[in-house]
């Protein structure tokens, strides 16, 4: 991967947030909290508050592989933290500007490495095996996109219902 690959990948990583800050900047309080009669949903609020999470998780997984490389990592249950840690209480938007705070921090870090060896830094996964840099990037700039459909979906949702 090129040093302009590299750029290019932290630039699309740092703004995959915008797939999801624009749908929520204006929403009501109660279409945050709405949950639609599908098996398993979680209110947009609770996606906010996972992306927190899950922003907690890729920041420390990319310093644990810069500083100590080929370190274990351990995989985390997203529904168990879910349904366990009061997801609903939590304010989605607070969680959200948080996710992209920490996001930003973690690009403007990588950006000072941009010219090194990223394959040096890696980490081992107990079900993916070896995750060097640019894979873990990847997968967090995807997580957004994933995410971005269930989001638009429970807002398509609380519209119909008036």
């Not at 991967?1 to 009501?28: I, K, N, W």
């Not at 997984?61 to 366990?84: C, K, N, T, Y």
């Not at 950006?111 to 993916?128: G, Y």
């Not at 070896?130 to 807002?155: S, T």
């Amino acid at each position: 991967m090129t040093r302009d690959d590299r750029l290019g990948l932290l630039d699309r990583f740092e703004g995959a947030y915008s797939l999801v800050s624009s749908q929520v900047e204006r929403l009501s309080a109660e279409a945050l909290a709405f949950i639609p009669a599908i098996p398993e949903a979680w209110s947009v609020n609770d996606h906010l508050v996972h992306l927190l999470d899950a922003e907690v998780a890729v920041y420390f997984r990319i310093r644990l592989a810069q500083a100590e490389p080929g370190s274990r990592i351990q995989p985390w249950d997203e529904l168990a933290w879910q349904a366990r840690l009061g997801y609903a209480s939590l304010d989605g938007r607070k969680c959200l500007a948080q996710a992209m705070a920490l996001r930003s921090t973690v690009a403007a870090g990588l950006r000072h490495r941009v010219d090194e060896d990223w394959s040096a830094f890696w980490l081992e996964h107990p079900e993916k095996g070896r995750m060097d840099l640019v894979r873990i990037l990847e997968i967090y700039r995807d997580h957004l996109a994933f995410h971005a459909p269930f989001i638009k979906r429970n807002l398509d949702a609380w519209k119909a219902k008036g």
